[in-house]
Nanobody
Framework: QVQLVESGGGSVQSGGSLRLSCAAS?????????MGWFRQAPGKEREGVAS???????IHADAVKGRFTISRDNAKNSLYLQMNSLKPEDTAMYYC??????????????????WGQGIQVTVSS
């Protein structure tokens, strides 16, 4: 299996920044896996924020494009999300996820097999 552990969440004022990290481990973990960040606000469906392939090709959802940047360090089995210019509508539980394929890396939650426990990000106005 694959274990994913997020860190770095918290509370920040509008316009502020946060950096999320996700550490991956486990018997079936591979640096070839797609990785992504997803979020879920109360009463809303889980949505894709950004994803990245094993060769560092990244895509970002329109809602965060230009403000958030996904990155990964395969040598450290880690995934990151730099969040700048945060808005109150970014408030959500953020999840790290991984999928057992290495191309495409869609922003569709159902395509991902392994999930972290989630970490709260709260942006106040």
């Amino acid at each position: 299996q694959v274990q994913l552990v997020e860190s770095g969440g918290g509370s920040v004022q509008s316009g502020g920044s946060l950096r999320l990290s996700c550490a991956a481990s486990g018997y079936t973990w591979s640096t070839r896996h797609c990785m992504g960040w997803f979020r879920q606000a109360p009463g809303k469906e889980r949505e894709g924020v950004a994803s990245i392939t094993s060769y560092y090709y990244a895509i970002h959802a329109d809602a965060v494009k230009g403000r958030f940047t996904i990155s990964r360090d395969n040598a450290k089995n880690s995934l990151y999300l730099q969040m700048n210019s945060l808005k109150p509508e970014d408030t959500a539980m953020y999840y790290c996820a991984a999928a057992p394929f290495s191309v495409g890396c869609p922003l569709t939650p159902s395509r991902y097999n392994w999930w972290g426990q989630g970490i709260q990000v709260t942006v106040s106005s």
